[in-house]
């Protein structure tokens, strides 16, 4: 069985220094630090210019020349996230890491993931040097340390990872891998409960290459990828300690990319972490982590510390980055890999959609009709029960409830709901008594009528919707308006743009699975449309019609194996791109419709953040995902968010419509349909 891996060229940022002399060094620090102020750009230029190695180097000649200690020195000269930075440059890479640890779990409190990160990614090696480091710098014994501020199968599972006895052999026995994938699924999947002792011993002591082949039996056998399973079975840090196990064994450059992202995102930076990886990995793999990161958030590290840190702080890091990425630009070994993987797991995964909102138990469309009646009769409007009764019915018994208030009361309930509520709550309630068809005919309505159109609205509606719906939609939308849903979009668009999202209306998708040998086929006609960039710039082009004819037409299955092939022969990643050979709306939706082939919850979770972040909130998307979606598969929706922007929905929501101009009937709405916390 052929193993995974990549060749040992080295992928660090940060090198040994030509003609280096750590007696000169240690003379230039000590003038940039002698007198009043200190000479911040010189320390900087020289020690990320210098490998581990050599400023070990520097601090034994500064000892020896001046009789002082330089980090010493360097703590009393610098200070903040900087002087931290610094210092933790010129620690020895097993001694930072001992530092690390001690600071996790002395005093008040432990930082589970500190303890996570460091055990769950360090090689054999590394694991070994650190216990040693911790000796002797601390006098102490790490085991007994972690043994003292941890419990359960976390404890446990530290403990094992500790020893540092992973297999690191690159012989695998096929029957082993076999095995091992079938008792993981037997100790969790299979049965009530989960054999937790059965995760720890194989996930704790076999070789990577080893697990990287048992997590593709798994998913074989399950139908669904380990991490989920991991989700499902476990809990608490013993789950996030062995979801950054799987993610190691997976790519640790990915790993590392995610712990990047996460610690920089949103208000505030986790500074700790951020200084933590980029020390650790500079001289180990971070131009791989930099395409990791290109890959995953179309974003280049190097631009996400600039917007995110500043001053000598941010000078510093981005030294270690070592560098801006061409946006779609060519991948590296590892990347590419991951690339490719990456649309090959999008194609096996057999996910089941979850929804928020359910039918109902004991379901009385005339009581319901009733309490709603009462709630609105009289002075003031009861809107607690408005929402607890119009959020927890399905679809199709709202339905009932509408016809049952006309029959009992001879009144339009919804003509009711509009005249007792106002705001956002009043647009939220009476979503969700629409038909989901109706409801999509009256989002693509507000998306063009008055002045200027909501694009974005348009995109995610027809990006995402299956035949079915689409065809629904086009019904309801002539009923409602007595005109064609087509040429409305004509009317208000233009150009390829416009092309596309009339392809898109006619709800003519392939349904079809993958044909390989087709898919083959589509991969070089559309790497050889944007190569040419026929696909943005000549409308006669037949090219241009290929290219978008497939992304318009064909099946998601078959899709997903159109952009695996474009990454073997391109080295590319599509939607990387489509993001530099086009640009404005057109883009947008191209890359709407590969983000919904690739992993839909995830990209409606996008949807959601990116309504939600930064000044004020666009309420009309928010209302519009979290209705459409509660029904389909707003809990995976809820669990790729949790993922991605390590916050739950709920939380979100929370802190929005908290900060925002609404109230407290519109917060409650909303948390009812999102349906809990994760």
Do not use: H
């Given at each position: 069985m052929a193993a995974k891996g990549k060749g040992s060229k080295y992928r660090g940022t940060i090198t040994d220094f030509p003609d280096f002399d750590a007696h000169i060094d240690a003379e230039v620090l000590y003038k940039a630090m002698k007198g009043i102020g200190s000479d911040k750009e010189t320390i900087i230029d020289l020690i990320t210019s210098r490998s581990n190695q050599q400023r070990q180097s520097i601090c034994v000649a500064y000892k020896s020349q001046y009789g002082k200690d330089l980090i010493g020195d360097l703590k009393y000269e610098l200070t903040g996230h900087f002087e931290r930075l610094i210092v933790s440059l010129m620690r020895a890479p097993a001694y930072q890491d001992a530092k690390e640890i001690k600071d996790a779990v002395e005093g008040l409190g432990t930082d589970e993931k500190c303890l996570i990160e460091i055990l769950a990614s360090r090689t054999n090696k590394q694991i070994h040097d650190l216990v040693n480091a911790y000796k002797d710098a601390y006098d102490r014994d790490i085991e007994a340390d972690i043994v003292g501020d941890t419990s359960g199968h976390f404890k446990k599972m530290l403990i094992v990872l500790l020893q540092g006895t992973r297999e690191e052999d690159d012989v695998v026995s096929e029957d082993l891998v076999e095995q091992d994938a079938q008792d993981l699924y037997e100790a969790g999947e299979a049965q009530w409960g989960t054999d937790e002792a059965k995760f720890i011993t194989i996930l704790g002591n076999r070789s990577v290459t080893h697990l990287q082949l048992v997590f593709d039996e798994y998913q074989r056998?399950?139908?669904?990828?380990?991490?989920?399973?991991?989700?499902?079975?476990?809990?608490?840090?013993?789950?996030?300690?062995?979801?950054?196990?799987?993610?190691?064994?997976?790519?640790?450059?990915?790993?590392?990319?995610?712990?990047?992202?996460?610690?920089?995102?949103?208000?505030?930076?986790?500074?700790?972490?951020?200084?933590?990886?980029?020390?650790?990995?500079?001289?180990?793999?971070?131009?791989?982590?930099?395409?990791?990161?290109?890959?995953?958030?179309?974003?280049?590290?190097?631009?996400?510390?600039?917007?995110?840190?500043?001053?000598?702080?941010?000078?510093?890091?981005?030294?270690?980055?070592?560098?801006?990425?061409?946006?779609?630009?060519?991948?590296?070994?590892?990347?590419?890999?991951?690339?490719?993987?990456?649309?090959?797991?999008?194609?096996?995964?057999?996910?089941?959609?979850r929804a928020t909102i359910h039918p109902a138990d004991n379901f009385d469309p005339g009581s319901d009709a009733e309490a709603l009646r009462k709630a609105m009769k009289g002075f003031g409007t009861d809107e607690d029960t408005i929402i607890d009764i119009i959020t927890q019915r399905s679809n199709s018994q709202r339905q009932e409830i509408l016809q049952t208030y006309k029959s009992h009361f001879g009144r339009n309930l919804m003509a009711d709901l509009k005249s007792e509520l106002s705001g956002n709550l009043s647009r939220l309630i009476l979503g969700l008594m629409m038909t989901p068809a109706d409801f999509d005919a009256k989002m693509m309505r507000k998306a063009m009528e008055g002045a200027g159109t909501d694009e974005s609205a348009l995109i995610e509606i027809l990006a995402t919707r299956n035949n079915q719906e689409i065809l629904a939609m086009n019904e309801a939308y002539k009923n409602a308006y007595h005109k064609k849903l087509e040429d409305a979009i004509s009317s208000d668009t233009s150009g390829i743009f416009c092309r596309v999202l009339i392809s898109l209306v006619q709800g003519a998708r392939d349904e079809g699975p993958a044909d390989i040998e087709k898919a083959q086929e589509d991969a070089k006609i559309i790497a050889e449309a944007l190569e040419l960039g026929d696909a943005c710039n000549d409308d006669s082009s037949s090219m241009e019609t290929k290219f978008l004819s497939i992304l318009c037409t064909r099946s998601y299955p078959h899709l997903r194996r159109v952009f695996q092939e474009f990454v073997k022969c391109t080295n590319k990643d599509i939607e990387q791109v489509i993001r530099k050979e086009m640009s404005g709306d057109l883009m947008r939706t191209l890359i709407a419709i590969v983000r919904s082939i690739k992993n839909k919850p995830s990209f409606f979770a996008e949807c959601l953040y990116k309504a939600m972040k930064g000044l004020g909130t666009d309420d009309r998307a928010l209302i519009r995902l979290l209705v459409s979606r509660s029904e389909i598969d707003l809990l995976n929706i809820r669990k790729e968010f949790k993922d991605l922007h390590d916050a739950s929905l709920h939380d979100f929501i929370k802190v929005e419509a908290l900060c925002g101009d609404t109230s407290g009937d519109y917060r409650k709405g909303l948390l009812a349909i999102c349906g809990g916390e994760d």
């Open positions: 056998i399950a139908e669904k990828e380990i991490e989920s399973s991991i989700k499902s079975e476990l809990s608490g840090d013993f789950q996030k300690l062995m979801l950054a196990i799987v993610e190691c064994i997976q790519s640790r450059s990915m790993y590392f990319a995610k712990r990047l992202y996460k610690s920089m995102k949103g208000l505030g930076t986790a500074d700790k972490t951020l200084i933590r990886i980029m020390v650790n990995r500079s001289e180990i793999d971070m131009l791989d982590i930099r395409e990791c990161f290109r890959l995953r958030y179309e974003k280049s590290l190097y631009n996400m510390i600039k917007d995110d840190t500043s001053g000598e702080y941010m000078r510093t890091l981005l030294k270690l980055c070592g560098g801006d990425d061409d946006l779609a630009g060519e991948f590296f070994p590892e990347a590419a890999q991951i690339a490719y993987k990456m649309w090959e797991l999008s194609a096996m995964a057999r996910v089941e959609s």
